[in-house]
């Protein structure tokens, strides 16, 4: 079984025997050298590099303005901290939707300019020939993720709990079974009922990992910056929020701003250097 602490890389199989033995998945996403750092030394078994960068590091009001390019960006700096986990990075709105071509293109660049372990993509049966591509003739791990997909939000009436009436639930099922067959290795359920989560997390084989989908996926995932409290948007319901760090680092930055005023920082002995007398009086 794949172990909770240890230097050994995550793989796909460390993956599926935790699914298969009910150890639970730890996933979260980073966008950075010292947070990827971090997050490998506290021992997740899975990174995700999110197009949620755009909302949480770039400032955009969501993931749509995002390119493949920030996405190799952010990955690069990652896998450089990165010795365990297994890093999975995104592919962004429009970089897989035109064409299985195109899509094993992007897929492509995103393993061989960043070299991610894997990549994911939004949406169901509709994008069956998109992974079959990307898994099949590229030889490229993919991660599913249906329910709530943020890059299409505006078609689905916003962010909204995806799954409840029974047309939509059953539409859900499928897209699992779909992407299953496709050919994926996990499958990310966003926003959606608990027992929907369930019922999809017994009839798929692979690994579900959940965010906002309740406690019954075989792993959760968070953003980094809402678990910490460095997110300054609204929270969704889903959220637990560990640190209060936005909080910790203001007050530490009113600090420095107060200590620099008054004279007292920096000290002369504790933070200057000193040059020879000698050549002082040279000078």
């Known amino acids: 079984m794949a172990q ?47 197009d949620s960068v755009g909302n949480t590091v770039l400032g955009y009001e969501s993931t749509i303005p ?24 995104d592919m962004p709105f429009m970089s897989f939707n035109i064409s299985p071509e195109e899509a094993l293109y992007n897929a492509g660049r995103l393993m061989k300019e960043a070299l991610v372990d894997g990549v994911k993509l939004e949406g169901g049966c509709e994008l069956a020939q998109v992974v079959e591509a990307i898994v099949r003739r590229g030889g ?13 939000a505006s078609q689905l009436g916003g962010f909204k709990v995806q799954g409840r009436d029974k047309e939509k639930a059953r539409k ?3 897209d699992a ?23 999809i997390t017994e009839r798929v ?17 968070l953003v980094f910056h809402d678990l910490v409290g460095l997110s300054f948007r609204f929270a969704p319901k889903f959220v637990k929020r560990y640190l209060d760090l936005a909080s910790q680092i203001e007050q530490a930055l009113r600090a420095y701003k107060e200590e620099v005023k008054a004279g007292v920082f920096p000290e002369l002995e504790a933070h200057s250097f000193k040059m020879s007398e000698e050549v002082l009086r040279e000078l």
């Open 140 to 152: 490229i791990p993919v991660m599913g993720h249906i329910g709530l997909t943020p890059q299409r």
């Open 205 to 221: 084989s692979i690994p579900t990992i959940g965010i906002g989908a309740g406690p019954y996926c075989d792993g959760q995932v």
């Open 4 to 50: 909770s602490q240890g230097q050994e890389k995550i793989t796909i199989p460390d993956l599926q025997r935790m699914k298969e033995q009910g150890e639970k998945i730890s996933m979260v996403t980073a966008y950075d050298y010292p947070t990827a750092l971090l997050v490998d030394k506290a021992g997740l078994e899975l990174i995700l590099v999110g």
């Open 177 to 199: 079974k779909c992407l299953e067959e496709a050919g994926i290795f996990a499958l990310i359920l966003e926003c959606v009922p608990y027992q929907l989560a369930k019922l």
């Open 66 to 89: 995002v390119e493949l390019e920030d996405i190799i960006h952010h990955a690069r700096a990652v896998m450089r901290a990165v010795k365990r986990a297994f890093v999975v990075g």
């Open 172 to 174: 859900l099922l499928e």
